[in-house]
């Protein structure tokens, strides 16, 4: 089995690999929401922080679109080969949206019960923050520009959902992460969205309280 392994290594790009590893994680995203399963890694004392909603909308709009597709393509292509290909496709594609809003889903923000912060959004990025690494953290409404993780030459970090950010961590220290292709970068300030704010401030705060 180590062998296949690295010979997959030697033969897949990296980022190709950390795609495959991301689509089969969010299907099994997609089989627990299905399944009503309790939100990955949040225990006991937990406190899960949702962070979907200003993106759910948009994609219960593409998965709309994608069937609507389907319909108006099988009306108007006349040959069966490609109604079965195009089929297949659509199929995919809604199965891989409902998959990654699955995976969000599922996955949330937690504040555990000793004060640290794991960060995620579903299956592409996840960073665990240790109690003693965050100096500070606000409710802090931003509408950054540009992709998912958006990393500033002044160490700071934007995880970004429906172009908006709500927390603001600032840390003791510089902290690694893994981009969602695999990438290495470090921050010092951790912008990200959830959507009760004032819930996961309070809670973080908690612990530091006498």
Do not use: K, N
Not at 46 to 67: E, I, K, N, R, W
Not at 92 to 107: D, E, K, P, W
């Amino acid at each position: 089995m180590s062998g296949i392994r690295a010979a997959v290594r030697r033969v897949v790009p990296g980022p190709v690999r950390r795609l495959l590893e991301h689509e089969v994680r969010a299907a099994g995203a997609l089989g627990r929401w299905a399944l009503r399963r309790p939100p990955h890694g949040v225990g006991a004392g937990d406190l899960a922080a949702g962070y979907t909603g200003p993106q759910t909308a948009m994609m219960y709009g593409l998965v709309f679109v994608s069937v609507i597709e389907t319909v108006a393509l099988a009306v108007l292509i006349p040959w069966p080969a490609v109604h079965r290909v195009l089929l297949v496709l659509d199929v995919y594609g809604v199965l891989f949206v409902l998959a990654m809003h699955a995976a969000c889903v599922t996955r949330p923000h937690v504040v555990r019960a000793d004060g640290s912060l794991r960060i995620r959004y579903g299956v592409l990025f996840d960073l665990t923050v240790p109690a003693d690494a965050v100096a500070s953290v606000r409710v802090d409404r931003r509408y950054p520009e540009g992709r998912l993780v958006a990393l500033s030459e002044d160490g700071v970090l934007d995880l970004i959902v429906g172009s908006q950010t709500t927390v603001t961590v600032e840390l003791t220290r510089l902290l690694s992460f893994t981009r969602p292709l695999g990438a290495r970068a470090r921050a010092r300030t951790l912008r990200f969205h959830a959507d009760d704010p004032r819930a996961l401030v309070a809670a973080l705060r908690q612990p530091a309280s006498p």
